[in-house]
DNA sequence: TTTGGATTGGACCGTCTAGTCCAAACGCTA
DNA sequence: TAGCGTTTGGACTAGACGGTCCAATCCAAA
């Protein structure tokens, strides 16, 4: 604890664009941490945690092995840090994406639809798939990494969209008689036979998997939650 | 010519099981082998395989560490061994599941809730689940390990569930326009949510959780896909 | 009793890795 | 230019682990 540490200074930078050509020009005191901060994501995503050394995220980032301890102190605050790092932007993606989706509107299936898509794809998509995968996989030591990456797929993101489900049903959009269970089945249904799919996110889904896949589940939850006057027409295509 | 040497486990040793030539007696050839087995099952289960060393697994079943070696070659022929004969049971016990449920019925809710329970508890059972969790977490190294056991819930499973669903439909019974797709619904909502629920196998299942669980799962199914005309009796509880 | 495979204990090797330590080099800023 | 914090490379410790080798021993069958 009583390393001497560089500011924390987190910015919700993540920028796409890496590999600054500027070796020394800019401020370099938090480049080198960002710099390994993506290595790190980059070779932990493909080898995990446990089978990659620290010695191997310093050379991806093109620095030295003490480099990396002096920023993180050890290899679990660097596994800490790049996880968090990674799942920062979630819980805000969802807010973004519940924003827009599950509201009062004309078409409850392609509604629902979208928010499946944007939903399976912020979890398993291809950015994500993989350091979830690792995450699921090596939790054991780390059981408190999971918790800021699962709070978009658990309790606080369910609640949320029971929350939606119920106000469809007040307005008469969907006929629902427990909007909580319905939340966790609509869950089971996207994010279950996502993870299946994806081998519990160790490959990145197809986009046409996820449209597949949330196609069906959306189906199957109109099927049986549309209102009995409503039509529910079938999917189209 | 050396002595007995189990010669190069490496790469000719193939064969799934050595086969012992029980050269030996009856009783004592196989003993010892199915004591590491059993310690093996007991020891990967609460740790995993590779925070497990032989010499672990060795004690655990009161043997020495070469006699390990010479059952099963090196540790991943030895891991191979202990998953495979705890997988092996599976989809033996998914057939007689599947013999007893899913058939013409009575009480259909009753029947589907029945095999539910009986399948989740296959799979996410406190015999299975811890097993099932150093798996998955571990297939990254093997990932042959997990195609016997996945058996059970993959398309195999899948495909007996599809054709038990089409023929409720024929006769009547339920009201499946796709009988592939609901199979997987039913997979994702029974085996999703429990996966989900049970920390994908890291503790077990309670009955009572099951019980919820299953009895949610098979509501949703049987509100989408219950005929028209029949009652589609809600849960007494 | 002899025989020979099965078992044992333990030394041993090579490799990998987390983490430490340090002196020299570097680069910014006063 | 001098000072000062950061970075670097590399040597080093300590421990874990897979796997091998071997001499001694056990034990049931012939």
Known sequence: MGRRRVAQAKGSDTSPTQLRANVHASHGVTEKRVRILQAGMRVFARNGFQRTSVETVAIAAGVSKQTVYNHFGDKKGLITAVVSTAADPLAEEFDT???STLADCTDLRANFEDFGRRWVRLLLGPDTSAL????????ESQPELLAAWGEVSQEGALRQIAG?????TQIGQLDVPDAWRAARQLRALLLG???RVSAFGRVALREEEIHELVAS??????R???PAGKTNPPHPQ
């Open 97 to 99: 994406i519940l924003g």
């Open 224 to 226: 049986a939650y549309a």
């Open 193 to 195: 036979e996502a993870e």
């Open 132 to 139: 979830r995968w690792v995450m699921l996989a090596e939790s």
């Open 164 to 168: 939606r489900i119920e106000r469809l």
């Open 217 to 222: 589940g959306i189906d199957i939850f109109l």
